[in-house]
């Protein structure tokens, strides 16, 4: 089995197999880690280009990660130091890219539908590291990955996604990939961040905190952008910490072994207590191992990657 | 005959007349001398030494009237210019236009709209009224030299692309233009409730992840400005209506004897907002694409009378400018050389409206809201009038289109319907490639 498509652009239209696939995959990268050597030569003589119009530090230095473990040659290319300006199209920086005959590219921008874009003029695989509000798949699969660790099969699991929905990539990966594991998924936060027709995306609204977690089996707890403030769309950091910050407290009244998600940066104390940061309840650190895991295995079966091959090197 | 060399005084028979909303069953024949029509009607008449044009049994109507352009000269040229624009207006079988007043700088004054009557008459494809703005440089603060400018020969006034959010100056302006007896046209969008919305808010917004516009910020402002034309007696024409609740406004303000207009254009009859998931920025105009209900009550508008006419809110925009990505790209598309293909396809051909009533919707109809000449063919008026065949099937190609620019969501599509001649004046000012 392979994937069907050239690009990773998101998991809306991925089938169930095609991200098992990658998860099955991810894992068997994941148990490389903890061989002395990292680093496996199958992306030898390729090039990846991280093309960075937004600012990001952990997703490119979790893509970048995951290039050198594969070997891969990686050029670096963000929007703050380069020539790019108004007036300057996508389609210029496409065309740039393609004349320089590059095998992959990693693009995260801020307008939904970029990556789509990209990937349908380019004949190079192109991977979505987030396109605006709309879709960040490998965010979308590590969390998946990270889950399946502690819950086995998803399958009737009841996770629940806080915070503000309508402007989360994070969010709308997470909902579809869940969602076509079986899972079932509830998105909480005030009104204003999360909009009802969410739920023709295949998940169930709740504004009651204590509803929305009561028979959840994780919690994916999104960062608040504290900016939003100043949009009207929540009073303020205190109101937010009070009616759906997660601590302690709200933990006692989850199920016992309930595990709590946070895609990071985090805004401690906001969305999340130091405690729970902190605590024996989250797997935020899993997380970031397991990023590594997943983008390499992405990139490996874009890369036209036989999965069996790789289990044999294991 | 040569199509190409027109004579002074001419005949055009074998010809199907479509006037005052009929399509007639007969075919029939119109007499042009120095401009103007001698003679119209069905059967047939031949007139000693006057030379006869075969018109191939095409549909002959009034030429077409699009009270709702945006030839954007002066200042960005790039995307049309008044000739360019009057040339897409002849291709689409119009003989008048009105034109929107926000070009760099708007038309904001008498010279302006001078200025813009002396481009339209150089170029001569097509008669051009423009409309004057409400507010000095469509700032939203003080009125513009209304009487100044319907003296040089200004239309109406609207701030379109820079709502009005005012209520204060909305209601002096039509108190103002009462007196004057002109209308003034609302683009009725509370921007401070579209925010930085780029389509509309709904299912597929929330899927896209891109911002949306409500349909309460049109809705909102419709019956704020209804209320400001019950108010004052001035008149109110609400530009491409686009939601359901703004089409009942306007059928509820109509009852009350209130003095108001609608027109709604070919995108909002045809189109709704699942069509932005391609990321397209073709589908990006502003009001956006709504939702298949909302499709449903603008036709029905367009139906029962509520709304008027029929309006393209032709909206040219460079090539580099539609590529840019859907939250980037400016709101709009063009429209003239489409309008009544997409009509035929998507109101005759459904069965929602029948031929003579849409070239009613597109003529009579429209020049009435600006009490603009034309849209109709009797003895005496301007020989302005269309040629088109209603069953030929075409597809939409950029490298046809006339317009200087080619932002259209039809490229590529087949339409029913095609424009095989325009004449202003009696002078030909379009002729189809095929046609002779
Ligand atoms: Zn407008």
Redesign the interface.
């Known amino acids: 089995m392979a994937l069907s498509s050239k690009d990773l652009i998101g998991l809306e239209h991925m089938s169930q197999e095609e991200i098992t696939l990658i998860l099955d995959t991810a894992d068997a990268f994941r148990a490389v880690f903890d061989r002395p050597v990292r680093k496996v030569p199958i992306m030898r003589g390729k090039t990846v280009v991280n093309l960075f119009f937004e600012p990001s530090t952990r997703t490119r230095i979790s893509f970048e990660l995951a290039e050198q473990r594969l070997s891969a040659d990686i050029i670096n290319f963000s929007a703050s130091s380069s020539s790019l300006k108004k007036g300057e199209t996508l389609r210029d920086t496409a065309e740039n890219i393609a004349a320089m005959k590059i095998d992959m590219i990693v693009m995260r921008h801020s307008s939904p539908g970029a990556a789509q874009y990209l990937a349908d003029v380019l004949d190079a695989s192109v991977i979505n590291a987030g396109d605006g509000p709309h879709e960040h798949p490998t965010q979308g699969l590590l969390d998946i990955m990270t889950m399946r660790h502690k819950l086995g099969s998803l399958e009737g699991k009841k996770i629940t996604i806080i915070g503000d929905i309508s402007h989360s990539r994070v969010a709308r990966s997470n909902i579809y990939g869940l969602t076509k594991l079986g899972a079932e998924v509830t998105l909480c936060g005030p009104p204003t961040m999360v909009p009802g027709a969410m739920e023709q995306l295949g998940a169930k609204v709740e504004f009651d905190l204590k509803k929305a977690v009561r028979d959840a089996d994780a919690l994916n707890i999104l960062r608040i952008q504290l900016e939003r403030q100043s949009q009207m769309v929540f009073p303020s950091n205190r109101e937010y910490a009070l009616m759906f910050g997660i601590d302690e407290e709200v933990l006692r009244t989850t199920k016992p072994e309930c595990f709590v998600m946070h895609p990071g940066p985090m805004n401690r104390e906001v969305e999340i207590s130091s405690a729970v940061a902190d605590g024996p309840r989250q797997v935020i650190l899993d997380q970031v191992t397991n990023g590594v895991a997943v983008r390499m295995a992405v990139i490996y079966l874009l890369s036209g990657g036989d999965p069996g091959s790789l289990a044999g090197r294991g | 005959m040569d199509w190409k060399s027109i004579p002074q005084e001419y005949l055009v028979h074998n010809v199907k007349l479509c006037l005052g909303g009929k399509l007639s069953a007969e075919t029939g024949y119109l007499h042009v001398k120095d401009g103007k029509v001698k003679a119209i009607g069905d059967g047939k008449l031949s007139v000693e030494n006057v030379p006869t044009f075969d018109g191939n049994g095409a549909v002959l109507s009034p030429g077409f009237i699009d009270v709702h352009v945006h030839f954007r000269e002066p200042g960005r040229e790039e995307k049309e210019s008044i000739h360019t624009g009057s040339r897409a207006a002849a291709a689409g079988g119009f003989t008048s236009v009105v034109t929107m007043p926000n070009t760099l700088p708007p038309v904001d004054s008498a010279p302006m709209i001078t200025y813009q009557f002396d481009r339209a008459r150089e170029s001569g494809l097509c008669r051009v009224f423009p409309t004057g703005a409400i507010s000095k440089n469509q700032d939203g603060e003080s009125l513009t030299e209304f009487g100044d400018m319907v003296a040089a020969g200004a239309v109406g006034f609207t701030d379109d692309g820079a709502p009005v959010m005012n209520g204060s100056l909305m209601k002096y302006a039509l108190q103002y233009s009462k007196m004057l007896g002109i209308p003034v046209t609302c683009h009725a969008e509370d921007t401070s409730l579209a925010g930085s919305g780029v389509m509309h808010a709904?299912?597929w917004?929330?899927?896209?992840?891109?911002p949306g516009i409500p349909r309460v910020a049109e809705d909102s402002m419709i019956y704020r400005d209804c209320e400001l034309a019950r108010a004052t007696g001035g008149h109110l024409h609400v530009a491409h209506i686009s939601t359901k609740g703004a089409v009942e406004t306007v059928r509820r303000a109509k009852a009350d004897g209130i003095n108001v207009t609608a027109e709604a254009t070919p995108h909002h009859f045809t189109l709704n907002h699942s069509h932005c998931q391609t990321?397209s920025p073709m589908f990006k105009m502003n009001p956006p694409l709504r939702e298949e209900s909302d499709v449903e009550a603008v036709i029905a508008g367009l139906c029962d009378g509520t709304i008027d006419c029929i309006a393209t809110d032709h909206a040219p925009h460079t090539v580099?400018e539609k590529?840019?990505?859907?939250?980037?790209a400016p709101f709009g598309i063009i429209g003239l050389e489409t309008a009544l293909a997409v009509g035929i396809t998507s109101l005759v051909k459904a069965g929602k409206l029948d031929l003579g009533k849409l070239v009613y919707l597109m003529t009579e109809a429209a020049a009435k809201i600006y009490n603009l000449p034309g849209g109709k063919l009797e003895e005496g008026t301007d020989a302005d009038f269309v040629l088109f065949d209603p069953e030929q099937q075409w597809t939409v190609l950029a490298d046809e289109v006339q317009s200087r620019s080619s932002n259209s969501p039809w490229l590529g599509e087949k339409l029913t319907g095609r424009v095989k001649a325009t004449f202003m004046g009696g002078r030909n000012t379009w002729l189809d490639k095929d046609f002779s």
Do not use: H, R
């Open positions: 709904g299912s917004s929330a899927k896209l992840g891109l990321f580099m590529e840019l990505m859907f939250d980037q």
